[in-house]
């Protein structure tokens, strides 16, 4: 089936009893043994699996291609349950401009238990050149936040499998429906359901998908048994709602993006745009290959001083002051505010989570604000 399907089937269970078309919310933190001792609805106590989770990382699963998913309360507690999973002493090599909060986790949480090294994983030759024989992991996002670069996931693959070492792939900039991590070699694909796949700034989730139902996912699975970092049933129901609605969501922020992209490019006022869909995005071929469609992200450097970027956000209307992404409304931030005194974005850089209002409306908000 295709991906539009998938997204509303794959995710519901008609109510068997009720007759209920949507599958209902299930409470219920615990369920019935049958006379023999056994569970005839399949779940035994709802931090080990829940019926709306279920549902959940069955569509998740299907919308990555994958062999499995595992749904948790956020993006940070699917990526820490990764971690988790690795035996101490193991070497990750993760990207230096990975996302903070999971940058910060091994620098402050897992100090001690893992070793790690940040550095440019686009770079073929220096990754190379840092894989060790602890080696475990390579953890890659792309596009980047927040500069949007794009790394060659079947080359970095092509190295990992040389050495026995497994690829993880942050995918919640790209979701399923613009990039596809599995079928270019990755073993794992980590998301921020936080982001698109609830698509409206009310609800924290994440998800990771396997490739294979491997010893490694098992102990994965184990984490989130006994860490319980899981989604709630309603969550659950939510996340399974907002999916429905996520392949046109994602292709109305694409169409948006692209052509934002293409306005600021042009403005006097604008030094750069970052978008792979940019033919002047220094890895936009790679994008081509690798992507279905270029995403809802970007980012651009004003002309001018970090005053001049502030003074800019705040003559906008539209677009709101406020860090995350992927919602229907359009956002707007000063990037270095938030990732801290250790962060090497550009103090001029404005990172746009593009939403679904009309473009006119969001082209002219930005020309009265550079103007
Ligand atoms: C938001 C985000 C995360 C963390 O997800 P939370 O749901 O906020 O815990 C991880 N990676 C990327 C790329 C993100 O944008």
New binding site residues.
């Given amino acids: 089936m295709k991906t539009e399907t998938i997204a509303i089937h794959a995710g519901n269970k008609k109510d068997e009893s009720s007759k209920a078309v949507i599958q209902p919310i299930v409470l219920s933190t615990t369920f019935e043994r049958g006379i023999d001792g056994d569970f005839p609805g399949g779940h035994i106590y709802s931090r080990a699996s829940n019926p709306n989770r279920a549902a959940l990382e069955n569509v998740l699963t299907k919308l990555e291609n994958g062999a499995d998913a595992a749904a948790f309360s956020?993006?940070?507690?699917?990526?820490m349950s990764v971690f988790q999973s690795l035996a101490p002493g193991t070497h990750v090599i993760a990207p230096d401009d990975m996302?903070h909060?999971?940058r910060n986790q091994l620098k402050i949480l897992f100090a001690g238990i893992l070793t790690f090294d940040f550095i440019d994983v686009n770079d073929l030759d220096v990754l190379q050149q840092h894989i060790k024989p602890t080696t475990g992991l390579i953890w890659i996002?792309t596009p980047s936040?927040p500069l949007l670069k794009v790394t060659d996931i079947k080359k970095v693959v092509a190295i990992a499998k040389a050495h026995g070492i497994k690829v993880a792939c942050?995918n919640?900039?790209a979701t399923p429906i613009c990039q596809q991590p599995l079928a270019l070699g990755a073993d794992l694909v980590?998301h921020?359901?936080?982001?698109y796949f609830g698509g409206h700034s009310d609800l924290?989730?994440?998800a990771l998908i396997t490739a294979e139902k491997s010893e490694w996912w098992q102990k994965i699975r184990q984490v989130q048994e006994m860490g319980g970092a899981i989604p709630s049933p309603t969550d659950c129901y939510m996340l399974v709602r907002s999916i429905k609605t996520l392949p046109y969501r994602v292709k109305g922020h694409v169409q948006n993006t692209q052509l934002l992209a293409e306005f600021l490019e042009q403005h006097p006022r604008v030094e750069a745009v970052m978008y792979p869909g940019l033919p002047s995005h220094p890895q936009h071929s790679i994008a081509k290959e690798q992507m279905l469609a270029f995403g809802g992200m970007l980012s651009f450097i004003v002309k001018g001083t970090e005053e001049d970027t502030h003074n800019i956000i705040n003559k906008l209307q539209l677009f709101t002051r406020a860090t995350?992404?992927g919602g229907v409304e359009s956002l707007i931030e000063h990037r270095a505010t938030v990732e801290g005194p250790d962060t090497k974005t550009p103090r001029n850089l404005l990172r746009v989570s593009v939403g679904l209002e009309h473009i006119d409306d969001l082209v002219d908000d930005l020309e009265q604000a550079l103007s």
Avoid: H, Q, R, V
Wanted: hydrophobic share 35%; aromatic share 8%; glycine share 20%.
């Fill in positions: 956020s993006g940070n507690a699917a990526g996302y909060g999971l996002e936040n942050d919640t900039f980590m921020s359901a936080t982001k924290m989730g994440g995350s992404l």
